[in-house]
């Protein structure tokens, strides 16, 4: 209820008359005084008074949304749930930042109807409503983002009703959604909560408080007392709150199925009144992920829907492209990111397939209740990148229609140097180069440094490193080492001039010459490197981290309008002579002459949310989401699907 009951104060008589107010004198055991439903009464305008100096503060609430939003890297788009919302302090003020997608639910009609008010107030389209935390009234994998904020958690009489509460926000996140609760420090109170205190409110109001621990040692048992000087007692009540330290709480999110649970630090609200700050005084803030499976979506049989099976690398397998050769958090996370995108669409039913060793079998037997494939599997066959031709191979043995290019194509594309010469036949530049041919064991160099060491047949630029850049004999004959250590003695090896000009690509999504979209240009921006590491898109950029070449990114490019339609216009013959089907990205670069090369073609490029072709889909206004639809649409049209 984003109140915090530091200091809960809150009468449920909606008047103040003093013949009203049953006070009880001097007790023993606050604790049998407790209703286990206290909460249900409280929280109205009383509560707003006594507890103003923190749940009233603006500064203090965009002070506390500052601090969120960075540890959870907040964007527009998120769409989240503030739980236990109270008067909606948090949510409006994310609202006036932009975020476009935020609920906010509380038990308190008083709180939700003036968060309702002044959401209204400020043209702000935020969805409040009343609910119980246990059993919430949203769909399953709905959010991105769920907060219990303001000391929100621990009010129910049971710690199996917080666990209800936090399996219930677990179905409502999307996989990998999280979770953020600022809760009191259990551990703090327990050593230094204040056993009696008081404070004015106002010129009229003061409040006391007596405060005790419970006999289980996990709660707080609270009781307050508001007086009004002309009218006396106005409220006397009690209240309890769970207790939670840092292992007490990751206990309980374990329990309720989260992953990946971390701390990040203790803070205190900066109270102007700062009399007695209760449960407030020292919060600790705690994040969680949720890692579960998508929930099936359930299709209306009347609804006509296409069947799609969306073909994807096995995680199962090894793959010696990534990092560790395996499927690991990143990948699953892309792979959700994709199915959450993909559950947007709501004229396809899609059935995801990804356990290679049965995906004939797996195939024969759904084939005559699908409309097509949605190919989606660069890893290749068995997570070989050498065998991604093989999945559009088997569709087509098989007769099923699939999306994006055929098992010719991607044998072309995938051997760089053959591609050079179809380009060069064509009249397209690429930069000078030679091939060494895997008996070479001495080298003449005709070109001159700088020059690039990259293996003739690969993807995900494996085995493109700093080290692949090099300007002198020593490094070169390291690095083809290098290189066939890697991949074998028995692969040619690639040597290009290195060029130091713009980093370029270009997409296309549709099929020249009938119907396409050409997405803007994009360039690298390697301004973040230090000047002693070469300008590359290699490796490190797309798999490793913790490399400065992590931090490079994808800008509009800034080309003269003749550059660039020289470069979109060989971009689309070259879609036609290989014979591309629905999507491809074209990586060129500029020499020091700024004169453009073709570097490589890549048919079926990555499609993941972050990827270079969704940066340029971006920059056109096309979600992700928009994105992924527009290839299916182009796939459709070319194979006559309606």
Same mark, same amino acid.
């Given at each position: !209820?984003?109140? +915090?009951?530091?200091?809960?104060?809150?009468?449920?008589?909606?008047?103040?008359?003093?013949?009203?107010?049953?006070?009880?004198?001097?007790?023993? =055991?606050?604790?049998?005084?407790?209703?286990?439903?206290?909460?249900?009464?409280?929280?109205?305008?009383?509560?707003?008074?006594?507890?103003?100096?923190?749940?009233? &503060?603006?500064?203090?609430?965009?002070?506390?949304?500052?601090?969120?939003?960075? *540890?959870?890297?907040?964007?527009?788009?998120?769409?989240?749930?503030?739980?236990?919302?109270?008067?909606?302090?948090?949510?409006?003020?994310?609202?006036?930042?932009?975020?476009?997608?935020?609920?906010?639910?509380?038990? %308190?009609?008083?709180?939700?109807?003036?968060?309702?008010?002044?959401?209204?107030?400020?043209?702000?389209?935020?969805?409040?409503?009343?609910?119980?935390?246990?059993?919430?009234?949203?769909?399953?994998?709905?959010?991105?983002?769920?907060?219990?904020?303001? =000391?929100?958690?621990?009010?129910?009489?049971? *710690?199996?009703?917080? #666990?209800?509460?936090?399996?219930?926000?677990?179905?409502?996140?999307?996989?990998?959604?999280?979770?953020?609760?600022?809760?009191?420090?259990?551990?703090? /109170?327990?050593?230094?909560?204040?056993?009696?205190?008081?404070?004015?409110?106002?010129?009229?109001?003061?409040?006391?408080?007596?405060?005790? *621990?419970?006999?289980?040692?996990?709660?707080?048992?609270?009781?307050?007392?508001?007086?009004?000087?002309?009218?006396?007692?106005?409220?006397?009540?009690?209240?309890?709150?769970?207790?939670?330290?840092? &292992?007490?709480?990751?206990?309980?999110?374990?329990?309720?199925?989260?992953?990946?649970? %971390?701390?990040?630090?203790?803070?205190?609200?900066?109270?102007?009144?700062?009399?007695?700050?209760? !449960?407030?005084?020292?919060?600790?803030?705690?994040?969680?992920?949720?890692?579960?499976?998508?929930?099936?979506?359930?299709?209306?049989?009347?609804?006509?829907?296409?069947?799609?099976?969306?073909?994807?690398?096995?995680?199962?397998?090894?793959?010696?492209?990534?990092?560790?050769?395996?499927?690991?958090?990143?990948?699953?996370?892309?792979?959700?990111?994709?199915? =959450?995108?993909?559950?947007?669409?709501?004229?396809?039913?899609?059935?995801?397939?990804?356990?290679?060793?049965?995906?004939?079998?797996? /195939? #024969?037997? *759904?084939?005559?209740?699908?409309?097509?494939?949605?190919?989606?599997?660069?890893?290749?066959?068995?997570?070989?990148?050498?065998?991604?031709?093989?999945?559009?191979?088997?569709?087509? @043995? !098989?007769?099923?229609?699939?999306?994006?290019?055929?098992?010719?194509?991607?044998?072309?594309?995938?051997?760089?140097?053959?591609?050079?010469?179809?380009?060069?036949?064509?009249?397209?530049?690429?930069? &000078?180069?030679?091939?060494?041919?895997?008996?070479?064991?001495?080298?003449?160099? $005709?070109?001159?440094?700088?020059?690039?060491?990259? $293996?003739?047949?690969?993807?995900?630029?494996?085995?493109?490193?700093?080290?692949?850049?090099?300007?002198?004999?020593? &490094?070169?004959?390291?690095? #083809?080492?290098? #290189?066939?250590?890697?991949?074998?003695?028995?692969?040619?090896?690639?040597?290009?001039?290195?060029?130091?000009?713009?980093?370029?690509?270009?997409?296309?999504?549709?099929?020249?010459?009938?119907?396409?979209?050409?997405?803007?240009?994009?360039?690298?921006?390697?301004?973040?490197?230090?000047?002693?590491? $070469?300008?590359?898109?290699?490796?490190?950029?797309?798999? /490793?981290?913790?490399? /400065?070449?992590?931090?490079?990114?994808?800008?509009?490019?800034?080309?003269?309008?003749?550059?660039?339609?020289?470069?979109?216009?060989?971009? @689309?013959?070259?879609?036609?002579?290989?014979?591309?089907?629905?999507?491809?990205?074209?990586?060129?670069?500029?020499?020091?002459?700024?004169?453009?090369?073709?570097?490589?073609? =890549?048919?079926?490029? +990555?499609?993941?949310?972050?990827?270079?072709?969704?940066?340029?889909?971006?920059?056109?206004?096309?979600?992700?989401?928009? !994105?992924?639809?527009?290839?299916?649409?182009?796939?459709?049209?070319?194979?006559?699907?309606?």
């Amino acid at each position: !209820m984003n109140t +915090g009951l530091s200091k809960l104060n809150h009468s449920h008589k909606k008047t103040f008359n003093k013949e009203n107010i049953i006070s009880f004198g001097p007790i023993h =055991n606050l604790e049998e005084y407790v209703k286990p439903n206290w909460w249900r009464y409280i929280f109205n305008s009383m509560y707003l008074k006594t507890d103003g100096d923190v749940v009233e &503060d603006n500064n203090i609430t965009r002070v506390e949304v500052n601090l969120f939003s960075k *540890i959870l890297n907040l964007s527009p788009d998120d769409k989240i749930l503030d739980l236990c919302c109270g008067q909606g302090r948090h949510s409006l003020e994310l609202g006036r930042r932009g975020i476009l997608n935020i609920n906010g639910l509380d038990r %308190s009609h008083f709180l939700i109807q003036k968060a309702k008010t002044q959401a209204k107030k400020e043209g702000l389209n935020i969805k409040f409503r009343e609910g119980d935390a246990r059993k919430l009234p949203y769909p399953s994998d709905s959010f991105d983002v769920v907060l219990i904020l303001g =000391n929100s958690f621990g009010y129910f009489e049971t *710690i199996q009703d917080d #666990i209800r509460v936090l399996k219930e926000i677990f179905r409502v996140l999307k996989p990998w959604g999280k979770l953020l609760i600022d809760v009191a420090d259990g551990e703090y /109170l327990k050593n230094n909560y204040n056993p009696h205190s008081w404070e004015w409110i106002d010129k009229k109001y003061f409040v006391c408080r007596e405060r005790a *621990i419970s006999i289980d040692k996990n709660r707080l048992i609270s009781r307050e007392i508001v007086t009004h000087v002309g009218k006396g007692v106005i409220v006397d009540q009690f209240y309890a709150e769970r207790l939670y330290s840092k &292992d007490s709480i990751s206990k309980v999110l374990e329990s309720a199925g989260f992953k990946k649970i %971390s701390f990040h630090g203790e803070f205190s609200p900066d109270s102007k009144r700062n009399q007695d700050l209760g !449960m407030m005084e020292r919060r600790i803030i705690t994040t969680a992920v949720c890692k579960k499976e998508w929930t099936p979506i359930k299709i209306n049989k009347k609804e006509k829907v296409k069947q799609v099976i969306v073909v994807l690398g096995d995680p199962l397998k090894t793959d010696i492209l990534k990092p560790l050769g395996v499927f690991d958090d990143d990948d699953i996370y892309v792979i959700d990111q994709l199915k =959450n995108s993909l559950r947007e669409l709501k004229n396809y039913k899609f059935i995801y397939m990804d356990n290679h060793d049965t995906l004939i079998q797996d /195939l #024969i037997k *759904i084939k005559p209740k699908i409309d097509f494939v949605f190919n989606l599997c660069d890893e290749g066959y068995n997570n070989n990148a050498k065998k991604e031709l093989h999945l559009p191979a088997i569709f087509e @043995i !098989m007769q099923i229609p699939c999306t994006g290019s055929g098992p010719q194509c991607l044998a072309y594309c995938y051997d760089k140097s053959l591609i050079r010469g179809i380009a060069k036949e064509m009249g397209i530049p690429v930069a &000078d180069a030679f091939l060494i041919k895997p008996e070479d064991t001495t080298f003449n160099l $005709p070109i001159e440094f700088p020059v690039i060491v990259k $293996p003739n047949f690969g993807d995900s630029s494996f085995g493109i490193t700093q080290k692949s850049v090099v300007n002198n004999l020593e &490094d070169f004959t390291n690095a #083809i080492s290098e #290189i066939r250590e890697k991949f074998g003695y028995d692969k040619p090896v690639l040597i290009e001039k290195f060029l130091t000009g713009k980093d370029l690509s270009v997409g296309i999504i549709g099929n020249p010459p009938e119907s396409y979209n050409v997405l803007p240009v994009i360039e690298t921006d390697y301004s973040m490197l230090p000047p002693n590491l $070469p300008k590359i898109c290699g490796y490190e950029s797309k798999w /490793l981290p913790n490399s /400065l070449y992590w931090n490079i990114k994808s800008i509009p490019a800034n080309l003269p309008d003749e550059k660039e339609k020289f470069i979109i216009e060989f971009c @689309i013959n070259l879609f036609d002579r290989l014979e591309i089907r629905d999507y491809c990205r074209f990586d060129w670069r500029l020499d020091e002459n700024n004169d453009p090369k073709l570097l490589e073609v =890549n048919p079926n490029p +990555g499609w993941c949310w972050d990827g270079h072709l969704a940066k340029m889909a971006e920059i056109a206004g096309i979600s992700y989401t928009k !994105m992924l639809e527009l290839i299916l649409n182009t796939a459709e049209q070319r194979l006559g699907i309606k």
